[in-house]
């Protein structure tokens, strides 16, 4: 697959790394050329190109810039995204005494959500803001038994979710669909949400642990749960 990169930083340099060893054709652009040309030697990209050399490379583009910047920075590029995959990995967070927050609240709009109405003929997906850099730097990223990552998207569009789907089990982890993106906000509601647990000295995997490990919580769990069961393909 030839993914583009918006953005030279932690991010870029994470999952472009991640890619790159998955087999995968990846272009790096940035506001500076100079630094985009130093990620790409570092990781084995190419690059060197502008944020427009980058949106225009690939099947899909990732957006690894500050969520305050997205959509500045990706709605001059709307034509060049066009058909595109929009891979939005950006999260919300704004610094509160309590514990971090989100920069949305208040309004009804995700980034994901935003970055479609910049550029409403790419295919935006949230994903791969959950989890921090330096996972992606893991040659396989599993848990405790060998179990590998799920990763969790949101989006509307069937070729952008085959798209993140086929990326994902690429890098050795698991897609787990979510929803559209009308959802994409409970992502990056989660993602600040779990850098909260962290900063509070807490373990975030450790808030969510499976029912599956009740012996027959499931069941009623199944037996109680309002309507169809959610689509996780
Ligand atoms: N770091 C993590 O663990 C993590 C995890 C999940 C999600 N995320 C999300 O991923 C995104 C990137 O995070 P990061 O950690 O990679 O950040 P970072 O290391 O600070 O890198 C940010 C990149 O964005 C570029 N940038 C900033 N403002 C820009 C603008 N106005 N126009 C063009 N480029 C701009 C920077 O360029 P310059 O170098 O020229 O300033 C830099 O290349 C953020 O939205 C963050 O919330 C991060």
Sequence with gaps: MRIGILGTGAMAAALGGAWVRAGHEVLVGGRDPEAAKRLAVAIGASGGDGLGGAASFGEAVLVAVPAGAAVPVVAPLAGDLAGRTLLDCTVPMAPGAAGP??????????VAARLAVAAPTARVAKVFGIC????????????????????PYCVDDPVAGALVADLV???DCVPVHCGGL?????????????????????EARHVFPSPALAPGAMDDQAATRPGPAPDRT
Excluded at 101 to 110: I, P, R, V
Excluded at 142 to 149: C, I, M, S, V
Excluded at 182 to 202: N, Y
């Design 101 to 110: 927050g989100l920069t949305t609240e208040g309004t009804a709009d995700s």
């Design 132 to 151: 921090h850099e330096s996972i992606w730097t893991l040659p396989r990223p599993a848990f405790e038994g060998g179990a590998p990552l799920g990763v």
């Design 169 to 171: 089990t690429s890098m």
């Design 182 to 202: 009308d959802r994409a906000g409970l992502l990056e509601a989660t993602a600040v949400f779990a850098i909260g647990v962290w900063w509070s000295g807490g």
